[in-house]
């Protein structure tokens, strides 16, 4: 779904909680501006990084994350996967200078509701939080069809068996890189070192044919591997 026009907000209506997370002070001042001069709005924190973030949000417990990808620290996906999983009612969107398709996709996999690029207008982007924290999800123009081909192929259930041919616990690594894990925490949970994760999917990698982690990734998505039950 694309920016739409969003009804007018209620005078009963409590304004939407935000949390905004930007490394740039000038963009996060902007898009406070933008939101709380719309007045559905309230922004209720706001962080510079994306450890900050996290502790940010599990302190307000806001309606709504605004969140850019690439910034110092901890990744941006990996934020977005710790907060669905400690608050999964808290709806995330990204904003992101990137329109590359790993990241996307990678994004939506780890939970964000929303992926708008930060070429959009100040009135796309008030209607956007608004559509997201609504339950909408809501994409720039030029990445719906890019998201809506993604889950078609998933639900298609494209690809072949070719992962018949990976040991059990190279099943496990490609399970966990699919759920957007990153090679550490892998390392963490299989009680492994980074070094024998990065061995297993080399491994893997060239069991399947694929070139790096990103294709790696979207293959076990097709194949529906990041819906498995982690416990």
Same mark, same amino acid.
């Given at each position: 779904?694309?920016?739409?026009?969003?009804?007018?907000?209620?005078?009963?209506?409590?304004?939407?909680?935000?949390?905004?997370?930007?490394?740039?002070?000038?963009?996060?001042?902007?898009?406070?501006?933008?939101?709380?001069?719309?007045?559905?709005?309230?922004?209720?924190?706001?962080?510079?990084?994306?450890?900050?973030?996290?502790?940010?949000?599990?302190?307000?417990?806001?309606?709504?994350?605004?969140?850019?990808?690439?910034?110092?620290?901890?990744?941006?996906?990996?934020?977005?996967?710790?907060?669905?999983?400690?608050?999964?009612?808290?709806?995330?969107?990204? =904003?992101?200078? /990137? #329109?590359?398709?790993? !990241?996307?996709? &990678? %994004? *939506?996999?780890?939970? $964000?509701? +929303?992926? =708008?690029?930060? /070429? #959009?207008?100040?009135? !796309?982007?008030? &209607? %956007? *939080?608004?559509?997201? $924290?609504? +339950?909408?999800?809501?994409? /720039?123009?030029?990445?719906?069809?890019?998201?809506?081909?993604?889950?078609?192929?998933?639900?298609?259930?494209?690809?072949?068996?070719?992962?018949?041919?990976?040991?059990?616990?190279?099943?496990?690594?490609?399970?966990?890189?699919?759920?957007?894990?990153?090679?550490?925490?892998?390392?963490?949970?299989?009680?492994?070192?980074?070094?024998?994760?990065?061995?297993?999917?080399?491994?893997?990698?060239?069991?399947?044919?694929?070139?790096?982690?990103?294709?790696?990734?979207?293959?076990?998505?097709?194949?529906?591997?990041?819906?498995?039950?982690?416990?």
């Amino acid at each position: 779904m694309t920016v739409s026009d969003t009804p007018a907000a209620t005078k009963t209506t409590p304004p939407l909680r935000v949390v905004v997370v930007d490394d740039h002070p000038m963009w996060r001042d902007g898009v406070r501006t933008d939101l709380e001069a719309d007045g559905r709005a309230r922004v209720v924190g706001e962080a510079a990084n994306a450890d900050d973030a996290v502790e940010i949000v599990v302190r307000e417990h806001p309606d709504l994350v605004l969140l850019d990808l690439n910034m110092p620290g901890l990744p941006g996906m990996v934020a977005i996967r710790r907060i669905a999983e400690r608050l999964p009612g808290t709806r995330m969107l990204v =904003l992101s200078a /990137s #329109a590359a398709e790993p !990241d996307v996709l &990678e %994004a *939506v996999k780890a939970g $964000a509701s +929303g992926y =708008l690029l930060k /070429s #959009a207008t100040g009135s !796309d982007l008030v &209607e %956007a *939080v608004h559509q997201v $924290a609504a +339950g909408e999800p809501v994409f /720039s123009p030029s990445l719906a069809a890019l998201v809506l081909g993604e889950f078609r192929r998933v639900a298609a259930g494209g690809g072949g068996d070719r992962e018949q041919d990976l040991t059990e616990r190279e099943t496990e690594v490609l399970r966990l890189v699919a759920k957007g894990y990153t090679y550490a925490e892998i390392a963490h949970q299989l009680v492994i070192s980074v070094r024998t994760v990065q061995n297993h999917v080399q491994h893997i990698l060239g069991k399947l044919q694929l070139r790096g982690r990103y294709e790696l990734m979207r293959y076990a998505i097709h194949r529906g591997l990041d819906r498995d039950d982690d416990r």
